[in-house]
C-alpha cells in the first residue's frame, strides 16, 4: 500500500517577475507605514516637550504673581498701619 499525493494546480503559479514585484510593492507599503508611524511618533513628542514647556510657563507665572499679591498685600498691610501724627 502505497502513499499517493496528488496535485491539483488550479490556480496558476506566479513568475519570479510577478513574485519579486508584489515583494518590491509590499516592502514599499511597510516602508510607507513605517514612516507614517515614525512621523507621529515625532509628533507626540515635539507636543509633549511643547506642552510640558508651556505648563512649566504658566506654573512660573502663577507663581510670580502670588508673590506680586502677596508683596502688594504686605505693602498695603504695612502702609495701613503707619500711623500719622496729626500734631505736626
Same mark, same amino acid.
Given at each position: 500500500?502505497?502513499? #499517493?499525493?496528488?496535485?491539483?494546480?488550479?490556480?496558476?503559479?506566479?513568475?519570479?517577475?510577478?513574485?519579486? #514585484?508584489?515583494?518590491?510593492?509590499?516592502?514599499?507599503?511597510?516602508?510607507?507605514?513605517?514612516? #507614517?508611524?515614525?512621523?507621529?511618533?515625532?509628533?507626540?513628542? %515635539?507636543?509633549?516637550?511643547?506642552?510640558?514647556?508651556?505648563?512649566?510657563?504658566?506654573?512660573?507665572?502663577?507663581?510670580?504673581?502670588?508673590?506680586?499679591?502677596? %508683596?502688594?498685600?504686605?505693602?498695603?498691610?504695612?502702609?495701613?498701619?503707619?500711623?500719622?501724627?496729626?500734631?505736626?
Amino acid at each position: 500500500m502505497a502513499i #499517493e499525493t496528488k496535485h491539483f494546480y488550479w490556480l496558476p503559479t506566479p513568475t519570479a517577475w510577478q513574485e519579486a #514585484e508584489r515583494w518590491r510593492l509590499r516592502r514599499q507599503e511597510l516602508a510607507l507605514q513605517f514612516s #507614517e508611524a515614525n512621523d507621529l511618533v515625532n509628533a507626540s513628542f %515635539a507636543k509633549a516637550a511643547t506642552d510640558q514647556i508651556e505648563g512649566m510657563a504658566k506654573l512660573a507665572a502663577n507663581a510670580a504673581v502670588a508673590r506680586l499679591k502677596t %508683596a502688594a498685600k504686605a505693602k498695603f498691610d504695612q502702609a495701613a498701619n503707619v500711623k500719622i501724627d496729626k500734631t505736626a
